[in-house]
Nanobody, 129 residues
Framework: QVQLVESGGGLVQAGGSLRLSCAAS????????MGWFRQPPGKEREFVAA????????YYADSVKGRFTISSDNAKNTVYLQMNSLKPEDTAVYYC??????????????????????WGQGTQVTVSS
């Protein structure tokens, strides 16, 4: 059974940091791009960051460039999202997703949820002002 399991969310003050993890299991993800998305309360899902499984390329939404860093540890089958200088507008449920035969940049093209191969269950990030 293929699973993506996010962890690391929580409550943090503005200016603080969090690191999210997405642990992948159940198959080999070497041909996948992995991405982080978020859905703020009452708003649509939005792209945050993506990485090729090899880690060779990354892609970020303009709103998080310079503050968030996506990385991967292939030995642990885990993708990370280091979030620094957090703002209240970063408050959202954060999800990781996998898309086969995609580039990191392709993950930044919004598409229906069902077009992604796998999704995690999400982790809540709340940034207080």
């Amino acid at each position: 059974q293929v699973q993506l399991v996010e962890s690391g969310g929580g409550l943090v003050q503005a200016g603080g940091s969090l690191r999210l993890s997405c642990a992948a299991s159940g198959r080999t993800f070497s041909s996948y791009a992995m991405g982080w998305f978020r859905q703020p309360p009452g708003k649509e899902r939005e792209f945050v960051a993506a990485i090729s499984w090899s880690g060779g390329s990354t892609y970020y939404a303009d709103s998080v460039k310079g503050r968030f860093t996506i990385s991967s540890d292939n030995a642990k089958n885990t993708v990370y999202l280091q979030m620094n200088s957090l703002k209240p507008e970063d408050t959202a449920v954060y999800y990781c997703a996998a898309l086969r035969h995609a580039t990191a940049q392709a993950m930044g093209v919004m598409r229906p949820r069902y077009e992604y191969d796998y999704w995690g269950q999400g982790t809540q990030v709340t940034v207080s002002s």
